[in-house]
């Protein structure tokens, strides 16, 4: 089993920043992929960046030039660091971890961007 815990979510004002952290631990394997969706209200839960293991990054187009994806593989932590924020990225913000056996998930941190 893998646990997956995130931070560095708040409130910050319309282009700002913010960078998110997440930390698996558990039973993990060498190949996965790691990435962050975000879930406003009343919406779907939509893909925001992943990352493979390998380095391969994959952004939604909503966040491309703004979001920067990034991991340490030695410490089981993928990155999500946030600039120019608009009131539209306001959501909760989920990590997922995708390997050869599940998919596993944090419990979410708040993202809210005030105009």
């Known amino acids: 089993q893998v646990q997956l815990v995130e931070s560095g979510g708040g409130l910050v004002q319309a282009g700002g920043s913010l960078r998110l952290s997440c930390a698996a631990s558990?039973?993990?394997?060498?190949?996965?992929?790691m990435g962050w969706y975000r879930q406003a209200p009343g919406k779907q839960r939509d893909l925001v960046a992943d990352?493979?293991?390998?380095?391969?990054?994959n952004y939604a187009d909503s966040v491309k030039g703004r979001f920067t994806i990034s991991r340490d593989n030695a410490k089981n932590t993928v990155y999500l660091q946030m600039n120019s924020l608009k009131p539209e990225d306001t959501a909760v913000y989920y990590c997922?971890?995708?390997?050869?056996?599940?998919?596993?998930w944090g419990q979410g941190t708040q993202v809210t961007v005030s105009s």
């Open positions: 990352m493979t293991s390998g380095n391969t990054t």
């Open positions: 558990g039973r993990i394997f060498s190949f996965n992929t």
């Open positions: 997922k971890m995708v390997d050869w056996k599940s998919n596993y």
